[in-house]
């Protein structure tokens, strides 16, 4: 029996003699293999190189996918904690508190004002927060699986604290946020929680980051503050589905006059409204969205004022999703009135609001 010295510390595998094919190709009798094929003891059956396997490339990809959301989410925690120009105390004060929306369903007061940024080219815009007037009210139920919005139309006569009666967008002239939401309670009787103030500067930034979005019209020929020629906004569109620009989208949420249909007024944009913000709610899950997440979450805080923070806001979001696409629905006005002072408004009775106010509660 040989000694321990002369055993080899390994089996070597031969092949068989060549054929004359393989020989003409230049390969010979000795055995060219990597190490794999040598069986060593005490070793690895195979080469130590690590292989692409399915369980690897999927393991890789889950890993990136994570990676790719926490920056996202990173993204939209710092950009939210950077804002300047929240909210003031007054309006905070004016709040009530809420829970956490992914059990729980909070009152969120979306303000939009006719504040245009600086530098504008539109003639007569108010580039200043002070004396602006709210284009927008619409009051957003969400969360523990709810999403439903209801619209104010801004010439909605209503009394405002300590002013008086007038159309309800003169509220936020008179003072700021913190009458709005004063105002809205006393209308609706209900408690907001959160206030939202669309910043118009950032919030074609934020549609042109998800792909734009889909929205559906009738036949569309509007000029905001003398068209495009004259430094304001353009939009003709054809009846209907289009995917719009971020700018594109900003118009059709501020066209109140269509040339091209008379029948169009302040109820018709509040519907276009509803739709923009299910329509950014549907491109949000769309995979152009997935792909650049990074930017839209960066321009998402940008494109708001708000008393919420980037985990508040974060489950908002979140709650918005769960809860799916609200029904356009709006107050509808029994009535209208030129008053003195106040010019032509909109009249809609306690029966009116208290409908409204049911359905966006109750469903």
């Not at 913190?178 to 809205?184: G, H, N, P, R, S």
């Not at 006393?186 to 950032?202: C, E, R």
């Not at 009738?218 to 906004?233: T, V, W, Y």
């Not at 353009?234 to 109140?256: F, K, M, V, Y």
Request: overall charge positive.
């Amino acid at each position: 029996m040989p000694s321990d010295l002369e055993q080899r510390p390994y089996k070597l595998y031969r092949s068989g003699p060549k054929g004359l094919k393989a020989r003409l190709r230049g390969e010979d009798d000795e055995l060219q293999g990597p190490v794999e094929y040598r069986k060593y003891k005490g070793g690895p059956e195979r080469g130590t190189g690590r292989r692409i396997t399915p369980k690897r490339v999927i393991l890789g990809l889950v890993i990136a996918l994570v990676a790719w959301l926490l920056l996202s989410l990173v993204l939209f925690v710092f950009s939210a904690a950077t804002q300047s120009g929240g909210i003031p105390s007054d309006a905070q004060a004016a709040l009530s508190s809420g829970g956490n929306m992914l059990t729980s369903t909070d009152t969120v007061l979306v303000i939009g004002t006719d504040q245009r940024p600086k530098g504008t080219h539109e003639g007569g815009a108010n580039t200043s927060d002070a004396g602006s007037r709210s284009d927008t009210l619409m009051l957003w139920r969400v969360g523990g699986g709810v999403s439903r919005r209801l619209s104010i139309p801004r010439d909605t006569l209503v009394s405002i604290p300590g002013h008086g009666t007038n159309k309800i967008n003169a509220a936020y002239a008179f003072g700021g946020p913190a009458l709005t939401i004063k105002t809205v309670d006393a209308l609706t009787g209900l408690k907001i929680n959160h206030v939202i103030i669309i910043n118009f500067a950032n919030f074609p930034k934020f549609i042109d980051a998800i792909g734009g979005v889909n929205v559906k019209t009738g036949r569309i020929c509007s000029q905001i503050s003398g068209g495009a020629a004259n430094g304001g906004f353009t939009l003709n569109l054809s009846p209907g589905t289009h995917h719009l620009t971020g700018i594109q989208a900003l118009t059709l949420a501020r066209t109140r006059e269509n040339s091209c249909d008379a029948a169009s007024n302040d109820l018709t944009r509040e519907g276009y409204q509803q739709q923009i913000l299910n329509a950014i709610k549907s491109q949000l899950l769309s995979p152009y969205a997935f792909f650049h997440l990074p930017w839209a979450s960066w321009y998402a805080p940008q494109s708001i004022r708000t008393d919420m923070g980037g985990p508040t806001l974060i489950s908002m979001f979140a709650a918005s999703e769960l809860g799916g696409s609200a029904p356009v629905q709006i107050l509808k006005p029994s009535g209208g009135e030129d008053i003195p002072g106040v010019g032509d408004a909109l009249t809609a009775t306690p029966q009116d609001v208290h409908q409204a106010v049911s359905k966006l509660v109750n469903g």
